[in-house]
């Protein structure tokens, strides 16, 4: 994306946002709350229109593109947008169905957890639960390219240790692989490439020896965004 550019009403939520994912890598996009996180990657999954700018996803415009570029793309959003009615195994199937060659459903769900509430339907799913089911619906598809916000909001240790290898592995798949967080850990742990984002730009970005040399990346983070100004 570059220099994009996005207005609600008298808020400015981005301003001149520019940076890039590469394939078989993790990008994390890592900012306080209000920096742009989530409107930026709204704007590349062709969800929020940027009022100015160019964004392009595997080469196309997300706005312009068709059925198989959407079907290139997982997306895990902020609030997970899963079905209330469904369980999880169904939904994970019926999402597996629009797919040539998808991940096998079974083996995701073990891997994640799933199983221990397959039967139980969305609306009565825990949070964490929830993140695992919307994780895996992202990932089902086998995407060239996937958005997820906040993965792992919500999950505990062990849950949490496990989506990073996960997303680890499908990185080695060659999938572009873009995190939204706040969390240092992850960023630290995760990520081969990171953009540090405030009041709708980038404040710095590149990869974690990059940025922090002697310091560490929460020392970084708090010297370029509105924190370290309280």
Same mark, same amino acid.
């Given at each position: 994306?570059?220099?994009?550019?996005?207005?609600?009403?008298?808020?400015?939520?981005?301003?001149?946002?520019?940076?890039?994912?590469?394939?078989?890598?993790?990008?994390?996009?890592?900012? *306080?709350?209000? %920096? @742009?996180?989530?409107?930026?990657?709204?704007?590349?999954?062709? &969800? +929020?229109r940027p009022d100015s700018g160019e964004v392009r996803v595997l080469g196309?415009? *997300?706005?312009? %593109? @068709?059925?198989?570029?959407?079907a290139a793309v997982g997306v895990m &959003? +902020?609030?997970?947008?899963?079905?209330?009615?469904?369980?999880?195994v169904r939904l994970l199937r019926h999402l597996a169905a629009f797919h040539q060659s998808p991940a096998d459903v079974d083996a995701l769900v073990e891997r994640l957890g799933i199983d221990a509430f397959s039967g139980t339907t969305v609306r009565r799913l825990s949070g964490g639960q929830k993140q695992r089911v919307a994780l895996a619906a992202a990932l089902v598809g086998r995407?060239?390219?996937?958005?997820?916000?906040?993965?792992?909001?919500?999950?505990?240790?062990?849950?949490?240790?496990?989506a990073w290898e996960l997303l680890r592995e499908t990185r080695d798949?060659?999938?572009?692989?873009i995190v939204t967080t706040h969390s240092f850990e992850e960023?630290?742990?995760?990520?081969?490439?990171?953009?540090?984002?405030d009041r709708g730009r980038v404040a710095t970005q590149g990869s974690l020896a990059e940025l922090t040399g002697e310091r560490s990346l929460?020392?970084?983070?708090?010297?370029?965004?509105?924190?370290a100004t309280r």
């Open positions: 994306m570059r220099d994009l550019a996005k207005r609600f009403g008298a808020t400015t939520a981005l301003a001149g946002m520019t940076w890039a994912a590469r394939r078989g890598q993790v990008t994390a996009v890592l900012g *306080p709350n209000g %920096a @742009g996180k989530t409107t930026t990657i709204e704007c590349a999954e062709g &969800l +929020q196309a415009d *997300p706005w312009q %593109a @068709g059925p198989d570029h959407r &959003l +902020q609030d997970g947008g899963l079905p209330n009615a469904s369980t999880p995407p060239e390219v996937a958005f997820l916000d906040e993965p792992t909001a919500g999950l505990d240790p062990h849950a949490r240790l496990d798949t060659g999938c572009a692989v960023a630290e742990r995760l990520a081969d490439h990171i953009v540090i984002v929460e020392k970084i983070y708090f010297s370029l965004t509105r924190e």
